[in-house]
């Protein structure tokens, strides 16, 4: 049943995918850059801010419910 998902997913939207593919690049990329210039603190705290902007864009632009679950810590 995933693989079925998946396969279609891909197939009908693969724009989509690759530009999720390069912003998480990127994302991990400028996780790394401020990891060798910044205390490791910073960069913990800007991931963790990340996910709570995640979620409200999720909410807002694709429509997604949010629960307790995703945001509790």
Do not use: C
């Amino acid at each position: 049943m995933i693989l079925a998902l998946l396969t279609e997913v891909i197939s009908n939207q693969p724009g989509r995918l690759l530009v999720g593919g390069v912003a998480s690049a990127a994302a991990y990329l400028l996780v790394l850059i401020v990891a060798h210039t910044e205390s490791f603190g910073l960069v913990a705290d800007l991931r963790k801010t990340s996910v709570v902007f995640g979620l409200i864009v999720a909410h807002r632009f694709l429509g997604r419910r949010l629960y307790a679950v995703m945001v509790s810590p």
